[in-house]
C-alpha cells in the first residue's frame, strides 16, 4: 500500500516562534513540515492528533531537546517513501555525526557513484524528514552551506550554529 493512501496522522509542534508539523502513519515518521504546508496537501487523508500521542514516537519530545541542545541523536522509526539512489542517500545522511557537515560529493563516494554528486543534491534536497536526517549537516565543498529545502539556507545557518559546526560570528 502506498503511504499516502495510508492513514496519516499529524500534529503542529511549536518551537520558538517557529511551527513544525509532523506527519506518521503509525509506522513511523513519514514527514516533517519545517514552516510549509507541503503534508498538508499531500496527504489527503489525515487525522491531527495530540503531540503526545503515541503515534509521534516521542519525537516531538525529543526534537524539544534537539533545540534546546540536550539531545544528539534520534531514535524514532521512520516509514518514508523514495526511490532506491534517494533512500541509499538518506541513509548516508543518517550516518553524519551531530555537529559535523560533510559535503555532496563526500556522500556522492560512500555510496560509490562518486560522479553523482548532483543527484545526491537533489536526494537531500528530496528528504522528507529534514532534521531527523540531518541534511542540512551536508554542504558544497568550497565551504558554502548550499540550499535547505527545510526553511531555506537561514535555516540551515541555524541548525549548524545550534550544533556547534558554524559560527556566524565574525570576532
Request: glycine share 10%.
Amino acid at each position: 500500500m502506498k503511504q499516502m493512501d495510508s492513514k496519516i496522522f499529524y500534529t503542529p509542534l511549536k518551537i520558538g516562534g517557529n511551527t513544525l508539523t509532523i506527519f506518521s502513519t503509525g509506522k513511523g515518521i513519514c514527514r516533517i513540515d519545517l514552516n510549509a504546508k507541503t503534508g498538508s496537501k499531500l496527504f489527503s487523508k489525515k487525522s491531527k492528533l495530540a503531540s503526545t500521542d503515541k503515534s509521534f514516537f516521542n519525537l516531538p519530545e525529543q526534537l524539544k531537546k534537539y533545540f534546546d541542545g540536550e539531545l544528539k541523536a534520534f531514535k524514532v522509526p521512520l516509514d518514508i517513501q523514495g526511490t532506491t539512489f534517494q533512500l541509499q542517500v538518506w541513509n548516508e545522511l543518517l550516518k553524519i555525526p551531530y555537529g559535523e557537515v560533510v559535503a555532496y560529493k563526500t556522500i556522492a563516494k560512500k555510496i560509490k557513484n562518486e560522479k553523482s554528486f548532483r543527484a545526491v543534491g537533489n536526494a537531500v534536497g528530496a528528504n522528507p524528514v529534514p532534521i531527523v536526517i540531518p541534511c542540512h549537516r551536508v554542504i558544497k565543498m568550497s565551504g558554502e552551506l548550499g540550499g535547505f529545502s527545510g526553511g531555506g539556507p537561514k535555516v540551515k545557518e541555524k541548525l549548524l550554529e545550534l550544533e556547534g559546526c558554524l559560527s556566524l560570528e565574525l570576532f
